[in-house]
């Protein structure tokens, strides 16, 4: 599809009002932006006597469960193809990352693209990007405010947890004042935010620091230690058992080293392909821009692509690019 139009968030409302079967989606690998602007989403919309239907590709992940409503989240049908008057794309910055979603989408009426990433390609009839903003969630929030939509205990659960996850517990560039003030919006609403930070971050599965006792193992440092990467085979991924859930976040034990401007995770996949996510310290230090070099995208501080392998050459393919980009900008 072609670029559509930019619409406002009165727009959209319009369209989602006169539609009655509507298609809520997310990107693949999702985390808790994706699923937590998606569900939020699903909730309000149901609250307005809409059909509705929520997909990911990999349905939901155990990661995810505390979720409040979370088992609203399906898996796309293996045979066959829905028609949906709507189709909402959030948090996705092309429509390729919708993966197995397309195939059992039919006809649609109208696709809506939601997003806050600068890379998104505006593949939606009706796109609201908003890249200052630091999560989708917070887009959501803004739209249901602006709409005089309930948030009811559920819906600010799930925006709490897209928005907190993605702003990296608010520590990142994006972080705004009204980011916080619609923090205390969503905890006056309901969030239990003991309980919730506690199943976001202190309840991961053995297997996750097995999986990062073997990164740090394979970990290597370049451009004079400016640059911090570390790699997982399919056979390391196979030995230990672990999920594609279990990496998310550990890129970040790289990131967090003194004079390390930018670290990359580089992840073999089947079928000689191989996924790449990058994360620099300062916006001077653009890795969408690298990733966009091997036809991926994402946000200046963080990004991903996928390459064809193998896993070795896709490494230093990456890291010559990475250290260009460091020495370049320093």
């Not at 699923?35 to 992940?61: D, F, P, R």
């Not at 980011?179 to 609403?189: E, G, Q, Y």
């Not at 970990?219 to 990496?247: I, M, Y």
Request: glycine share 8%.
């Amino acid at each position: 599809m072609s670029h559509g139009l930019d619409a406002t968030l009165g727009q959209i409302k319009h369209t989602l009002d006169a539609a009655d079967r509507i298609l809520v989606a997310s990107h693949v690998r999702p985390d808790a932006d994706a699923y937590g602007s998606s569900i939020a989403m699903g909730l309000h919309l149901k609250a307005q006597g809409k059909n509705v239907t929520v997909w990911n590709e990999e349905g939901l992940t155990d990661k995810f469960r505390y979720l409040p409503e979370s088992n609203l989240v399906g898996f796309p049908p293996e045979h066959g193809k829905q028609d949906f008057d709507v189709f909402l794309a959030l948090d996705t910055s092309t429509k390729e990352r919708l993966g197995r979603v397309l195939k059992a989408t039919g006809k649609v009426t109208t696709w809506i693209n939601v997003d806050h990433h600068v890379s998104n390609h505006r593949y939606g009839d009706l796109n609201y990007i908003d890249d200052s903003a630091p999560a989708t969630g917070q887009i959501l929030y803004d739209y249901l405010v602006e709409t005089g939509a309930a948030i009811t205990p559920a819906i600010a659960g799930n925006l709490y947890a897209a928005i907190s996850t993605d702003t990296g517990s608010f520590q990142y560039a994006k972080t705004s004042p009204h980011t916080f003030r619609l923090i205390a919006d969503l905890v006056d609403k309901g969030v239990n935010v003991p309980d919730i930070s506690r199943q976001m971050y202190d309840s991961y599965p053995r297997r996750r620091l097995e999986l990062l006792k073997a990164l740090l193992n394979s970990a290597r440092f370049d451009c004079n230690d400016r640059v911090a990467s570390f790699s997982l085979s399919l056979e390391t991924a196979g030995k230990l058992g672990v999920l594609p859930e279990d990496n998310e976040g550990l890129i970040d034990h790289l990131r967090a080293v003194e004079g390390v401007q930018v670290a990359a995770f580089f992840e073999e996949l089947p079928e000689s392909k191989v996924r790449v996510s990058m994360r620099s310290k300062e916006p001077r230090f653009d890795v969408c821009k690298i990733c966009g070099l091997f036809g991926g995208g994402g946000h200046p501080q963080a990004a991903g692509a996928r390459l064809v392998g193998p896993l070795e050459q896709a490494e230093e393919k990456v890291l010559q690019a990475i250290c260009h980009e460091v020495r370049t900008n320093d």
